[in-house]
């Protein structure tokens, strides 16, 4: 009961995270037909950024400043790097957002160097939130939490009610309709990677402390969040929502279990033979947990390219 | 009157066999070079001369997918990878004794390893297109890469495999010389092996795919078998440049698998070029020693080579090699005199932004640095940095000068030097467009 109560919390916070960041990846996908390499940087760049301006001036305008800070710097990519690119097509494209991808981490270590910086819990934040079968749960992983539900709230706000929301849904759907209807579809495709890159700056500000501020966090959570988007379904922020938590869910359960593909096939019988055969059949499923999210992601890509909830292949 | 006929012969005919004399001659050139720079070189440079042979088929086999079929591959590492696994468990299997085989045909072994990885692989990604082709192809690397470490029996675990190479007839292949002239022999064979196969129907039904899979499909042909063939064909090369680099490295461990190392195949093609066969070669030897030398002078190269690979992609998207090409037809015309004093002015151009860039970057990793953060705590006070032998203070004016000056003047040097560039390439067109009709 412990174990299923603290993983379920772990887990369901760790998929709100993987949300922040994925959100706005699935969003320009869907709308430019780019998968943005650099997206995890971006991540990155909001844990360092968030750090060095909360030394100077405290958590809460780094909250503010760091995702802005980020909203100019995806402006930047978007405006004078991949709109050059665009015409060469879309490999070219992911191509550049590859390129970035290895110069924003170097750049990150010529800065702070190879290791973590250390990136504390604010003050006012490190607190016990509650006692749980006789462990302290610290209230700053349901702020992580409480900061990706307010996020998805304003989007879906801003995507559904809004005539703004209206234009970027349209243009995910059919740009060169929306353009033809007089609307400045390259002003919408600049403004959705701005703010795509702003979430996922507000997502490592917020994470960049709790798991921790290091040059390796782009590339332990990019391929990760290629995984939530496509099982989520490409171009979509709900999908994006269910496959986050069902990943994060199932990461921080799988660390916990020592169940077998031996004991699977026990209901037939054959436990005994695979046992003995052993090799991949005996590996426990804690330690091959990271291969998992890639399997179902191999399996979706195959099976439901649209993933659980797109409407496109 | 004379002179405009012959240029006209010229133009209007650019014989088969001129074209192809140029890229013969060219390429035995190349060769000869192969062979005999070994012989006067260190032996620290005979390693990197391998890798380079090996990441240079890797990136040729990578781009059979690209620049024929059109799909984009972000997973090459699992085939190079279990390539290498390959090779290394039938070394270990030669040397425990349980199987002989001559040494020179062990990389056979990487081969049929990314051959048949290649097939079952192939079959699943080549359902999808496009994004979605890269990602599946992403997956099975990932899958593998993930997989791996637990596997102690194929993988080796955390430690990797290793083995020692037996010798065969009276080669010991103790020597980097020796491995590198078997390697070189298997380079050879596999870049005309690959030359063929663009000549082959299948080859040829791969281009026709990259251009329009529809209208093969209309000509009756099961598109989705011909491009699990082609992929098929793209990883056992991959695979055999794999089993290359571990004959020489003796050893292998799951690293190999990193996302990485199949990003490194796609930096190297679309450096070197895509669009041209030998293209992929180019940017492999190119960034390979670049890693080479400059990783030796500065910890700074990957971040260098990142910029590189991103100025390419955005300014050159055809690559060096495309560059080249380019530049082949004025010059059998007798017409690059023009743009050798632009082309100078840009190359002058191109350093001093070079020299700015990197005085801006060494300047700030000496200034982030570890040590100097500590000396500057301990003496609470900014100590000089020291970079080029020369110390810079750092409220000096000369010291914030000298990028900004650096910059300044490449800038506008690289402004004029595009604008006389430009002229000079109308001017050749519309020349050999006069010499046409």
């Known amino acids: 009961m412990e174990f299923v109560v603290v993983s379920l919390l772990n887990?369901?916070?760790?998929?709100?995270?993987?949300?922040?960041?994925s959100a706005g990846l699935t969003l320009i996908f869907g709308m430019m037909g780019v998968l943005n390499f650099a997206h995890a940087s971006f991540y990155m760049l909001g844990a360092y950024f968030g750090y060095s301006i909360s030394r100077l001036?405290?958590?809460?305008?780094?909250?503010l400043l760091a995702p802005i800070l980020l909203a100019a710097v995806g402006a930047f990519v978007e405006r004078f790097m991949l709109r050059r690119v665009h015409r060469h097509g879309h490999a070219h494209e992911l191509l550049l957002t590859f390129g970035l991808f290895f110069i924003f981490e170097e750049l990150i270590k010529l800065f702070y160097g190879f290791y973590p910086v250390a990136y504390a819990v604010p003050e006012e934040l490190s607190f016990t939130a509650f006692n749980i079968f006789g462990l302290d749960y610290p209230f700053y992983r349901l702020f992580i939490g409480l900061v990706a539900v307010v996020m998805f709230a304003a989007i879906y706000v801003l995507l559904r009610f809004t005539r703004a929301g209206l234009i970027v849904r349209a243009a995910v759907y059919r740009p060169r309709m929306v353009e033809g209807l007089g609307h400045n579809v390259p002003l919408v495709f600049l403004g959705v990677f701005a703010m795509g890159a702003a979430m996922a700056g507000l997502a490592g500000t917020v994470a960049g402390i709790f798991y921790p501020t290091s040059p390796t966090m782009a590339q332990e959570l990019g391929i990760i969040v290629f995984v939530v988007v496509v099982v989520g379904g490409l171009g979509s922020v709900e999908g994006a929502l269910v496959a986050s938590l069902l990943i994060g869910v199932f990461s921080s359960f799988a660390v916990g279990l020592d169940w077998t593909l031996a004991q699977a096939l026990y209901p037939i019988g054959l436990q005994g033979w695979a046992e003995?055969?052993?090799?991949?059949?005996?590996?426990?499923?804690?330690?091959?947990?990271?291969?998992?999210?890639?399997?179902?992601?191999?399996?979706?890509?195959?099976?439901?390219?649209?993933?659980?909830?797109?409407?496109?292949? | 009157m004379s002179g405009l006929s012959e240029t006209e012969a010229d133009v209007s005919r650019p014989s088969l066999f001129d074209r192809f004399g140029f890229a013969t001659a060219a390429i035995l050139a190349a060769i000869i070079v192969l062979i005999v720079l070994p012989l006067v070189l260190n032996d620290r440079y005979i390693g990197t001369l391998i890798k380079m042979l090996a990441a240079s088929l890797f990136a040729l086999a990578f781009n059979i997918l690209w620049r024929q079929t059109k799909l984009l591959s972000f997973g090459h590492a699992a085939y190079f990878g279990l390539g290498m696994f390959a090779v290394v468990h039938l070394m270990r299997a030669i040397e425990a004794g349980s199987i002989s085989l001559p040494l020179p045909l062990v990389p056979l072994a990487g081969l049929g390893a990314g051959l048949a990885f290649g097939w079952i692989a192939g079959f699943f990604a080549t359902i999808r297109t496009g994004t979605y082709f890269a990602m599946v192809t992403l997956a099975i690397a990932e899958l593998i890469h993930q997989l791996a470490p637990q596997w102690e029996g194929v993988?080796?675990?955390?430690?990797?495999?290793?083995?020692?190479?037996?010798?065969?007839?009276?080669?010991?292949?103790?020597?980097?010389?020796?491995?590198?002239?078997?390697?070189?022999?298997?380079?050879?064979?596999a870049v005309a092996a690959m030359y063929v196969f663009t000549m082959t129907p299948l080859g040829r039904l791969a281009f026709a795919l990259g251009d329009n899979e529809l209208r093969v499909r209309f000509l009756g042909y099961d598109t989705h078998a011909l491009k699990t063939?082609?992929?098929?064909?793209?990883?056992?090369?991959?695979?055999?440049?794999?089993?290359?680099?571990?004959?020489?490295?003796e050893n292998v461990d799951h690293t190999i698998f990193n996302a990485f190392v199949s990003g490194s195949a796609v930096i190297h093609t679309f450096v070197g070029g895509a669009g041209v066969f030998l293209g992929p070669i180019v940017g492999a030897f190119a960034l390979t020693l670049f890693g080479f030398v400059v990783s030796d002078a500065t910890r700074l190269w990957a971040l260098y080579q990142g910029i590189i690979f991103v100025l390419v992609v955005m300014y050159a998207p055809q690559g060096v090699g495309g560059a080249i090409i380019d530049h082949v037809e004025p010059w059998r015309q007798g017409k690059l005199r023009s743009l050798v004093g632009p082309y100078l002015l840009g190359l002058i151009a191109a350093l001093t932004l070079a020299s700015g860039t990197v005085f801006l970057f060494e300047y700030l990793a000496r200034l982030f640095s570890d040590p100097y953060g500590?000396?500057?705590?301990?003496?609470?006070?900014?100590?000089?940095?020291?970079?080029?032998?020369?110390?810079?203070?750092?409220?000096?004016?000369?010291?914030?000068?000298?990028?900004v000056a650096l910059f300044a003047v490449g800038l506008l040097l690289l402004r004029t030097a595009i604008g006389r560039i430009r002229k000079a390439w109308e001017s050749i067109k519309t020349s050999s467009l006069g010499a046409e009709e």
């Open chain 1, 11 to 21: 887990g369901v916070i760790y998929g709100l995270l993987l949300f922040m960041v």
């Open chain 1, 57 to 63: 001036t405290g958590f809460w305008p780094a909250i």
């Open chain 2, 374 to 403: 500590i000396q500057a705590a301990s003496t609470k006070a900014l100590p000089v940095v020291e970079l080029f032998s020369i110390t810079w203070p750092h409220a000096s004016p000369t010291t914030w000068m000298v990028p």
């Open chain 1, 276 to 313: 003995a055969v052993g090799g991949i059949l005996t590996v426990k499923l804690a330690t091959v947990a990271g291969a998992v999210p890639y399997f179902i992601m191999l399996l979706v890509l195959l099976l439901r390219p649209a993933g659980l909830l797109g409407e496109r292949v």
């Open chain 2, 229 to 249: 063939r082609v992929f098929a064909v793209s990883g056992m090369f991959a695979g055999l440049a794999g089993g290359l680099l571990a004959l020489a490295n």
């Open chain 2, 155 to 189: 993988f080796g675990g955390e430690a990797g495999l290793s083995s020692m190479r037996m010798p065969w007839a009276s080669v010991t292949f103790g020597s980097d010389i020796e491995v590198y002239y078997l390697v070189l022999a298997w380079f050879i064979l």
